[in-house]
């Protein structure tokens, strides 16, 4: 059984602040997303890695893919209210030819200002 | 561009009722998957159309069944409907093949509620 887990389930922190989400996984992935979910709406792709060792920059939002292309991070610089939300990782599994696609349990973000 | 549009957005039915809903992907996307969101967790994969074929399935039962038509839009049907399946029902677009998949596109979902 494949499975992603993402720690930690929910975090409540001030505006201003850092935070680290990370997404772990024992399955080898050919690539990885983070998707980032509102209430009452699907999620909204903000990246995807595909090669071990990759950092990736969107403003304040730092992604890296592991080295074994297991588990993944997303940090976010200065937190601000509107990055409050469900954030998500999703792995394409590297044992099929086509996207199989598994997601984590996701991180529930709340950014109080 | 329209993204991911899916149909209803909100629907109540009764337990061993039966429900379809639909989707039409993103223009230029020809695979279709659908998901089930629970409140609280995340998307668990139903199925994947592409062809118009099931070309793979996750771990539910016999009543979730789709369809995909051939300009790409997909069906997902559910019969003898139980409380369980109350859940927000996620469609997402992408293109085929794993070099080529970049991510899913989503729709906003419909939010189904079984009473």
């Known amino acids: 059984t494949q499975l992603l887990e993402q720690s930690p389930q929910f975090l409540s922190i001030q505006e201003g602040e850092n935070l680290t989400v990370y997404c772990n996984s024992s399955s080898v992935f050919s690539s990885l997303q983070w998707y980032r979910q509102e209430p009452g709406e699907g999620p909204v792709l903000l990246v995807t890695v595909v090669t071990g060792g990759e950092v990736k920059k969107l403003k304040r939002l730092t992604f890296q893919f592991g080295d074994a292309r297991k588990d993944s991070s997303l940090h976010i610089t200065a937190a601000q209210p509107g990055d409050t939300g469900l954030y998500l990782c999703a792995g394409a599994l590297e044992e099929t030819s086509y996207d199989k696609v598994i997601f984590g349990p996701g991180t529930s973000l709340s950014v109080i200002p | 561009d329209a993204g991911v549009t899916q149909s209803p957005t909100h629907l109540i039915k009764t337990r061993g009722q039966q429900v379809t809903l639909r989707c039409s992907p993103k223009?230029?996307?020809?695979?279709v998957s659908w998901y089930q969101q629970a409140l609280g967790q995340g998307p668990q994969f139903i199925f994947q159309y592409y062809e118009e074929e099931e070309r793979q399935r996750g771990n539910f039962p016999d009543r979730f069944s789709g369809h995909q038509f051939p300009n790409y839009s997909s069906e997902l049907n559910v019969n003898a409907l139980l409380l369980g399946d109350s859940a927000l029902y996620l469609c997402?677009?992408?293109?085929?093949?794993?070099?080529?998949?970049?991510?899913?596109?989503f729709g906003s979902g419909t939010r189904l509620t079984v009473v």
């Open positions: 997402a677009s992408s293109s085929p093949g794993r070099e080529n998949w970049l991510g899913y596109t």
């Open positions: 223009s230029g996307h020809d695979t």
